[in-house]
């Protein structure tokens, strides 16, 4: 992915402490990942790199909207997005990423590509239901909302019919008491 060149951190040179990055993500980062859902995007990404003399933890935010399609109408809209990632990155014989909180870079690594966290960190922080704000708020005129309506089930009235032998039966009970 020579696209994600700018997202590679050399931490060989960095000196210990605390260091910032800043990226601005739009569409076209996510069409290197083949990823379509989102009509249009323009977030923010800080990531606060901190170097320690045997480990680094990095701490990603994400802030800005997604345009997407809600999931009642279909129309589109800006969604919001602000998440929050933690991760804390170690050195061993190989590379593992089984714990979702503490990657393993081999002790040979001199640099990481950050792109791959991003982007799970922005599409796992979506809603899992994407509602039109004016959806929420009673505003939205649409067809699809009217033919929703339409199609609603109204409240049925059930009458409740019952079995004429139980009915005998219940008359046996009554009679037995008086």
């Not at 990632?85 to 990657?103: H, Q, S, T």
């Not at 899992?128 to 049925?156: A, F, N, Q, W, Y």
Request: hydrophobic share 35%; proline share 4%; charged share 30%.
């Amino acid at each position: 992915m020579k696209d994600l060149k700018q997202f590679n951190i050399p931490f060989v040179g960095l000196k210990e402490g605390k260091h910032l990055f800043q990226y601005e993500i739009d569409n076209t980062f996510f069409k290197t990942y083949n990823y379509d859902e989102f009509e249009n995007s323009s977030l923010d990404v800080t990531l606060e790199f901190v170097k320690k003399s045997t480990h680094f933890e990095l701490n990603f935010t994400a802030s800005g909207t997604i345009n997407v399609p809600c999931d009642v109408t279909s129309e589109f809209y800006d969604q919001e997005i602000a998440s929050v990632m933690p991760l804390v990155i170690k050195f061993g014989p190989e590379y593992n990423d089984e714990n979702e909180e503490i990657i393993v870079l081999p002790h040979e690594a001199f640099q990481l590509n950050v792109a791959q966290f991003i982007y799970e960190m922005i599409v796992l922080g979506q809603p899992s239901r994407r509602v039109h704000p004016k959806v929420l708020d009673g505003t939205m005129e649409s067809e699809t909302l009217d033919k929703l309506k339409e199609l609603e089930i109204k409240e049925v009235k059930t009458v409740e019919e019952t079995d004429p032998r139980w009915d005998k039966l219940k008359n046996l009970i009554t009679e037995k008491k008086t």
